[in-house]
């Protein structure tokens, strides 16, 4: 296909509250399209295997005070963190790619990190990446379209994938099988590794931390994601030559928290250089070999608590989040060491009604469990697909 016949980036302020040159979206808009659907209603398409998670959103709501000053205090606790994990995972992407890198996030999570990285890259360095965001979706793979633009725009080596954290490492390995596939298809290889701010699941080489703490893009949705919702494949709106699809929720402007989260963790990052600097010298020197371990827990929960379905197991702060806001929760596991990084998932509980198990010694900070009402996969086939992933 010729670069001229492929869909154009979208870019801020027409779609997203994110300035245009600091992301370029991969994405179709289809904000004038109805798609939100009742959690309960998504939940029970999902995991009957009537539908793939991809094909709907959930309804988007204006987060409650009490949430929103748990978000705010989340910063102001963990900005330091955070920004010390941006500068150690920014610094391992300039040295893979020859100070060169083309930074594609994987949207939505990976958007402002991507974001922020790039930031790192022109504030610390002096240098300006291109920054692109796109879709992968579990059981469909990464939106080939978009590797398309990327192939005929770039040198694929520079291509680095960038996402917020890894769980168990369902999304590390639908990449590496989307690449392959992509390379029997398309006769093009990408470059399969992934960059993420935090791998608690301990299943990528690049990171800027293996601890599960809170990284506050994860409290929210839209709203700290430059107003995008998650992604869309719904063959309905995307033909075989689109991006695969997303919408735009200007209405929710006023809750918008996008920019004032990048620009509140990119002002520390002169305060953590020396400490980045100490970080990636030590990591030269580490063992970085995936080991899996957050794979091996969950399959542990997941027949210890009789689910006996990985993927209804969600680890991690950030994926125990995403379950409290969008899924139907079961009940949320935590490790009472980490009680005082997790309070906004200890109230979206108490909100949902979920109930809260302490477990000492758990591999992750806390664990989300989906309700296993259905027997059948949340990605629309066989309780065994995340194994074949």
Same mark, same amino acid.
């Given at each position: ?169 369902? +999304?590390?390995?639908? %990449? ?17 590794? /992934? ?18 703490? /809170? ?49 509140? +963790? ?45 993927? /209804? ?33 200890? %109230? ?13 010694? %758990? ?27």
């Amino acid at each position: 296909m010729s670069s001229t016949a492929l869909p154009a980036p979208l870019a801020g302020p027409a779609f997203g509250s994110y300035a245009a040159d600091e992301v370029r979206w991969l994405l179709k808009d289809l904000s004038h399209v109805a798609l939100e659907a009742p959690t309960a209603d998504r939940e029970r398409a999902i995991q009957s295997g009537a539908a793939n998670y991809a094909e709907s959103l959930p309804v988007e709501y204006t987060p409650s005070p009490e949430y929103q000053a748990l978000y705010e205090e989340a910063v102001e606790r963990s900005g330091e963190r955070v920004a010390r994990a941006v500068g150690v995972v920014t610094e391992q992407a300039l040295a893979a790619r020859g100070g060169r890198p083309v930074l594609v996030s994987l949207a939505r999570a990976g958007t402002p990190i991507g974001i922020l990285m790039r930031r790192w890259a022109q504030q610390v360095h002096g240098i300006s990446v291109p920054h692109f965001t796109m879709s992968i979706v579990r059981g469909i793979g990464l939106d080939q379209t978009a590797l398309r633009y990327l192939a005929a725009n770039f040198e694929t080596s520079r291509i680095l994938f960038v996402d917020g954290w890894t769980g168990k490492g369902a +999304i590390s390995r639908e %990449l590496a099988a989307a690449v392959d596939l992509f390379a029997e298809t398309d006769g093009v290889r990408f470059p399969a590794d /992934l960059a993420v701010l935090a791998d608690p699941g301990h299943c990528v080489e690049m990171y800027g931390t293996r601890e599960d703490y /809170l990284i506050p893009s994860a409290c929210l949705n839209s709203t700290v994601s430059g107003l995008v919702s998650r992604t869309v494949f719904n063959t309905d709106h995307i033909g075989p030559d689109d991006f695969h699809g997303a919408k735009f929720y200007a209405g929710l402007a006023a809750s918008d928290v996008s920019g004032g989260f990048l620009d509140a +963790i990119s002002a520390r990052f002169d305060a953590v250089r020396s400490a980045v600097a100490a970080d990636v010298a030590a990591l030269q020197t580490a063992d970085r070999t995936p080991s899996w371990a957050g794979w091996a827990a969950v399959e542990r929960i997941s027949t210890e608590y009789g689910i006996n379905n990985v993927n /209804l197991v969600k680890p991690g702060v950030g994926e125990t989040t995403r379950v409290l806001l969008r899924r139907v929760p079961w009940r949320v596991l935590v490790n009472p060491l980490a009680r005082a990084d997790v309070a906004h998932v200890l %109230l979206l509980a108490e909100q949902r009604g979920t109930p809260v198990e302490e477990v000492p010694g %758990l591999a992750y900070s806390c664990v989300g469990l989906i309700h296993p009402r259905f027997d059948k996969s949340a990605v629309g086939a066989d309780g065994r697909a995340a194994h074949n992933v």
